[in-house]
């Protein structure tokens, strides 16, 4: 049996909006385990971005409990949080948030750099090229997003996730920005990943997309279940 990388149990999460508490995420129970590739689906305002926020280490549950690899995530501090964030999860974004004024390579070491001054320069350009070799994008290391297409720049992000080797990689909306057939490319980079033993969570409504997945979850009003 694949050990497990998350598991939840009730989590939950209300926002207080005035005097009224909304529930968006209503006590969820959801495990994936390693090499898995889940696809979350659901119609917009369904909750799908603040459960996949909760699993990134981006946002604290309201209730309930979160374990990432056995780790008792609900316990941490805010800082241990970063820190964990930051190792072991791997952020794909709808809008790609690359720094502009940072190459393709620079951006992919970026959270290295995060990491305690551990790695050189030298050390970082080097892992950041084998990560965009990963992804297609060798010969792209020194080029700015600006002169990146939006497919590339996706690739890079790509990179940038999978440089810390996470224990997960979580994708909201991967190819939401891209036409059908960059979206495409991305999905097979996905699948690819994914058969090289990457678990990955990726939120879509798109059912095309969400068929690259292995399992389908479905979320309605806060509430998920399995298709
Ligand atoms: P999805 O990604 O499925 O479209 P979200 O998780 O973004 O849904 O949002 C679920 C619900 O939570 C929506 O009704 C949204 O308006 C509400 N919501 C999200 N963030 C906040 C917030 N910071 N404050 C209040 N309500 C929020
Ligand atoms: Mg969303």
């Known amino acids: 049996m694949r050990r497990t990388i998350i598991y939840t149990v009730n989590l939950t999460r209300n926002y207080q909006v005035g005097d009224q508490v909304l529930p968006v995420l209503r006590e969820t129970n959801f495990s994936v385990r390693q090499g898995?590739?889940?696809?979350?689906?659901?119609?917009?305002?369904?909750?799908?971005?603040?459960?996949?926020?909760?699993?990134?280490?981006?946002?604290?549950?309201?209730?309930?409990?979160?374990?990432?690899?056995?780790?008792?995530?609900?316990?941490?501090?805010?800082n241990e949080l970063s820190a964990l964030r930051g190792k072991r999860i791997g952020f794909i974004f709808q809008n790609f948030n690359l720094l502009p004024r940072l190459s393709a390579w620079e951006n992919v070491a970026l959270p290295l750099s995060y990491q305690n001054g551990n790695y050189s320069q030298?050390?970082?350009?080097?892992?950041?090229?084998?990560?965009?070799?990963?992804v297609g994008?060798?010969?792209?290391?020194?080029?700015?997003?600006?002169?990146?297409?939006?497919?590339?720049?996706?690739?890079?992000?790509?990179?940038?996730?999978?440089?810390?080797?996470?224990?997960?990689?979580?994708?909201?909306?991967?190819?939401?920005?891209?036409?059908?057939?960059?979206?495409?490319?991305?999905?097979r980079l996905l699948r690819e990943l994914h058969q090289d033993g990457s678990t990955i969570v990726m939120v879509t409504h798109d059912t095309s997309i969400a068929g690259y997945a292995n399992r389908i979850c479905t979320m309605r009003d806060g509430v998920l279940s399995e298709n």
């Open 137 to 187: 994008l060798n010969h792209r290391l020194d080029h700015y997003p600006m002169k990146l297409s939006g497919g590339e720049r996706q690739r890079v992000t790509i990179a940038r996730a999978l440089i810390t080797n996470p224990a997960v990689i979580l994708a909201d909306e991967p190819t939401g920005n891209l036409d059908s057939r960059r979206g495409e490319e991305i999905m």
């Open 36 to 78: 898995e590739f889940v696809a979350l689906m659901g119609a917009s305002g369904s909750g799908k971005s603040t459960l996949l926020g909760l699993l990134g280490l981006l946002d604290r549950a309201t209730s309930g409990e979160y374990w990432l690899e056995g780790l008792a995530v609900f316990t941490l501090t805010q």
């Open 122 to 134: 030298e050390e970082q350009r080097q892992r950041a090229k084998e990560a965009l070799a990963r």
